[in-house]
């Protein structure tokens, strides 16, 4: 048996019952043409996704008040998510260019925060432990918090690209994984 196959976390990944071998290489296919389509028209593609994240939110609020009739626990709760994703659903599905805007600022402005956050933990945490490289990370994460933080627009607008980059790196990783499944699927039938 190879190295692989004796670990028991990649034998179950490498499942032939699990994931055909097919299936994974159509993934990585999808996932390559999804990464050419970003780069190719970035715009474009970025409303689209935001657009059917709009269809997403208005059929889920749909859902969710469909859903009372059968379980009303909650139902504070259930009516009010449902309005607001119903209310955010026909925001971005009538105006899919301001709502990609907005969408993609707040997700960014949110990373930014998030990565002071975790800058100022492995700052605390290089400080209490005396570790150098905790607090060049922590150093790293606050500058690229506050980068996000103060050109929000600007990263934004990259965002596509970023998508694009990790659909390719997905894709090929993906495309890799199958002939590994193959091979293992191979392996253990004979």
């Not at 670990?7 to 290489?25: A, F, Q, T």
């Not at 400080?127 to 500058?143: M, P, Q, R, W």
Request: with cysteine; aromatic share 16%; net charge neutral.
């Amino acid at each position: 048996m190879t190295e692989n196959m004796q670990n028991p976390i990649m034998m179950s990944w490498l499942s032939p019952g699990l994931h055909p071998w097919w299936i994974v290489l159509l993934f990585g296919i999808l996932l390559v043409a999804l990464g050419v389509v970003f780069f190719m028209t970035p715009v474009m593609t970025t409303l689209v996704l935001i657009t059917f994240l709009g269809a997403y939110w208005f059929v889920s609020g749909l859902f969710s008040l469909g859903s009372l009739a059968v379980d009303r626990t909650n139902m504070g709760w259930k009516i009010f998510l449902a309005i607001i994703s119903i209310i955010a659903g026909v925001l971005i599905m009538g105006y899919p260019l301001y709502g990609t805007v907005i969408i993609l600022s707040f997700f960014v402005i949110f990373i930014g925060f998030w990565a002071c956050f975790i800058g100022f933990a492995h700052l605390f945490s290089a400080f209490k432990e005396k570790d150098a490289a905790n607090a060049v990370l922590g150093i790293i994460s606050i500058l690229f918090g506050l980068i996000l933080l103060i050109f929000p627009l600007i990263t934004a607008e990259l965002l596509p690209f970023v998508a694009g980059a990790l659909c390719f790196v997905g894709g090929f990783s993906a495309i890799l994984v199958s002939f590994t499944v193959k091979k293992a699927a191979c392996q253990m039938a004979a």
